[in-house]
């Protein structure tokens, strides 16, 4: 009847139900759009694609850069052709006898050149023959010396530009000076450079295109020739050709003047009008000293011109005047130059202008090398993301067994990249986490068996006295009690570390008088040190700094007597007969302000038997014995010294243990003062009641 009750009382799991599989959820996977793999092709695929656009883009500025240097080139070249022809032409009132010339410049050039009237009638071609290709249909310039095209003719001429009016400086027409009249000028300028060198002066004598020579001071101040003896102003002085054609220039701007209702005016050997300016004559370089305008030497003077009243100068009559002028140099010299001729330039073929010829065979094979590229490129990142997504998908499977309550394994380690570390750390984790789950086992394995013994202690005794056989005397209610208080003391110390586990270890500091409070844990465990034949002592601090330092120390008094209360115990326990266990309190140091309330050190030391160096760092493990037998009479619970660690911990405090086989242990608890508690944060999960 009583086994039946006791039996009846025990209840177990079904066998059936202990044994029902896990479900494992199923293990999808992974669209390609969200996978590694995906990812990695997408961003090599954008990688290959920028890269083909970059050379190609690399290759068509290359390209246009080398087109336009050769369009540069050919750009000079065709500026000087258009210069030699322009000279042609303000030179000789014909294009007869260009032939030369055109077929000269086609041999530098190597460009076909040639030349039509503005009807397109051929003049000179340098391609002859029935199998010269047509002309284009557009020219590439005008060849007409009273209307420069000033861009070729600034490129032609080194940047020395035309005339404002533009009217080819070359074009000199009337002007030109007779062969008898430039050597007598020649040989007057060759007496002038000659006076102005034995004054030091350095200059040349330039010709322009009339034929007149000037003398041309070297360097940049052309005004001291006017202080020395060397008279400049013969060289100065129009020949009479010069005036004629002055003078029937001067007359054709008054012609344009009177039609405009304006007065005429007096145009100065510059053919600038007004006050009198430095001499120069049209086609020279550039003005000379000013000098009078006596007549010729060496022709009878003609009648003075009738002076003309110089009209008022305004920026109107200028312009008018400016205008009147252009024309009439036109119209005077129209006779003296070639006519308007239309200019072809060429290459021998018949192109105009080099090009980059993208037909649509050669875009095919543009787009063929893109898409091998891209090919080679997606071919690349499949096989490099296999061999990356491989150890990837081992570590997911595992990862999943692990979850599914498997048994955790290990994944191979193929390298010693990023992968290879991640799948190092995870057997790493996957081994302690079997570590832990063995520990848990062997934890609930404990708790039963230390809740077992006091329980069944308990049953057995109320039993035996249910059935007559034991008296309900003190003594056996006495030990019954004795039982209840350690299955108390057990679900107490597992309720501790459950709480502290749970981060709702509750703290009440104040402040502490560690003196004391080692006389009170001292006090408490004397009767059960004297029983057990071992002195127990509160050793006298030496070492603190301050007498006061001890007292500096914020704690909740009730836990951390049951911390030390633990550590004497155990110390008590292990601690043979004619033993000794001494408690000692002292301040490791001062602050860093030199005061006191540094680290408050509480030591516990015993002359028991010592714990062994392969065992000392799991001293302080739940249900740890040194005793692998669990006896009650060498060992308690196993949770006193794990419960001191989480009551020091939670205190901002360590706890650690030396030890000696055979010679003895010692405790040391490390608290922080009052000064240090100011600044350290608290522990994680711990709560602090102020």
């Known amino acids: 009847m009583r086994r039946a009750r006791g039996q009846g009382a025990r209840r177990e799991a079904p066998p059936d139900r202990a044994r029902l599989p896990l479900r494992r959820p199923d293990r999808a996977r992974l669209p390609l759009r969200r996978s590694l793999l995906g990812r990695l092709l997408a961003v090599s695929a954008l990688v290959a694609a920028c890269s083909v656009a970059a050379t190609a883009w690399i290759a068509v500025q290359t390209t246009s850069g080398a087109i336009k240097q050769e369009q540069g080139q050919n750009l000079t070249a065709d500026a000087r052709i258009y ?41 000179a071609d340098s391609a002859t023959g029935e199998s010269a290709p047509p002309l284009p249909p557009q020219a590439s310039a005008v060849v007409d010396p009273l209307s420069v095209d000033t861009v070729l003719a600034a490129r032609g001429t080194d940047g020395q530009g035309t005339a404002a009016d533009r009217i080819d400086p070359r074009a000199v027409g009337p002007f030109r000076l007779s062969a008898a009249d430039s050597r007598a000028l020649r040989r007057t300028a060759d007496d002038k450079v000659e006076c102005l060198n034995r004054a030091g002066i350095a200059s040349d004598v330039v010709v322009g295109a009339s034929g007149r020579p000037r003398v041309q001071v070297v360097g940049n101040d052309p005004e001291r020739a006017l202080g020395t003896r060397c008279d400049l102003a013969a060289l100065d002085t129009p020949t009479r050709s010069e005036q004629k054609a002055l003078d029937a220039l001067t007359e054709l701007s008054d012609a344009c003047l009177e039609r405009q209702g304006r007065e005429g005016v007096r145009l100065n050997n510059d053919l600038s009008w007004g006050d009198p300016t430095p001499v120069a004559v049209p086609g020279e370089p550039g003005p000379v000293a000013p000098g009078p305008v006596p007549a010729p030497s060496d022709a009878p003077a003609e009648e003075a011109t009738p002076s003309v009243e110089t009209p008022e100068r305004t920026g109107e009559n200028d312009r008018a005047i400016a205008s009147c002028v252009g024309t009439a140099r036109s119209e005077q010299l129209s006779s003296y130059v070639a006519s308007p001729a239309l200019l072809f330039i060429g290459d021998e073929g018949g192109a105009t202008l080099p090009g980059f010829d993208l037909s649509p065979a050669n875009t095919a094979k543009i787009a063929g090398a893109a898409a091998l590229v891209l090919a080679l490129t997606v071919g690349a990142s499949v096989f490099a993301g296999a061999r990356l997504v491989r150890p990837l998908h081992a570590l997911t499977g595992a990862a999943q067994r692990m979850r599914d309550g498997e048994e955790p394994a290990s994944v191979p380690v193929l390298g010693d990249d990023e992968v290879g570390r991640l799948a190092a750390a995870f057997n790493d984790m996957s081994a302690h986490r079997a570590r832990l789950e063995e520990q848990r086992k062997a934890m609930v394995s404990d708790v039963a068996h230390e809740l077992r013994t006091p329980l069944s202690n308990i049953r057995g005794w109320l039993e035996a006295a249910q059935d007559g056989l034991a008296d309900p005397d003190p003594a056996f209610v006495a030990s019954l009690l004795e039982e209840a208080v350690l299955l108390q003391h057990i ?44 002195t127990l002592t509160v050793a006298a601090a030496t070492t603190a700094p301050d007498p006061s330092a001890l007292s500096a120390l914020s704690a909740d008094p009730v836990r951390l007597r049951q911390a030390v209360g633990n550590l004497v115990s155990n110390a008590v326990r292990h601690t043979p007969e004619g033993g000794r266990v001494t408690l000692r309190a002292y301040v490791a140091g001062p602050d860093a302000s030199g005061q006191s309330g540094g680290t408050v050190v ?11 160096a392969d065992d000392l760092p799991h001293v302080f493990d739940r249900f740890w014995r040194a005793e692998k037998s669990r006896s009650r009479r060498t060992g308690g619970s196993g949770l006193g010294l794990a419960i001191v660690r989480k009551l020091v911990e939670a205190h901002g405090g360590t706890v650690e243990a030396t030890s000696t086989e055979g010679e003895g242990s010692t405790f040391a608890l490390r608290l922080p003062g009052a000064s240090e508690q100011g600044h350290r944060p608290a522990p994680d999960g711990m709560t602090t009641a102020f």
């Open 83 to 123: 210069d030699t022809l322009l000279e042609y032409a303000a030179r000789n009132p014909t294009w007869d006898g260009v032939g030369a010339t055109v077929r000269e410049l086609a041999r530098e050039s190597g460009r076909r050149v040639a030349l039509t009237t503005q009807g397109r009638q051929p003049l």
């Open 491 to 534: 679900i107490d110390d597992l309720q501790d570390l459950a709480a502290a586990d749970a981060g709702v270890l509750r703290l009440h500091p104040e402040p502490v008088e560690v003196r004391e409070l080692l006389s009170q844990v001292a006090a408490a465990h004397q009767a059960r040190a004297e029983n057990a034949g071992v």
């Open 602 to 612: 509480i030591e516990v030391t015993d002359t028991g038997s010592g714990i062994p």
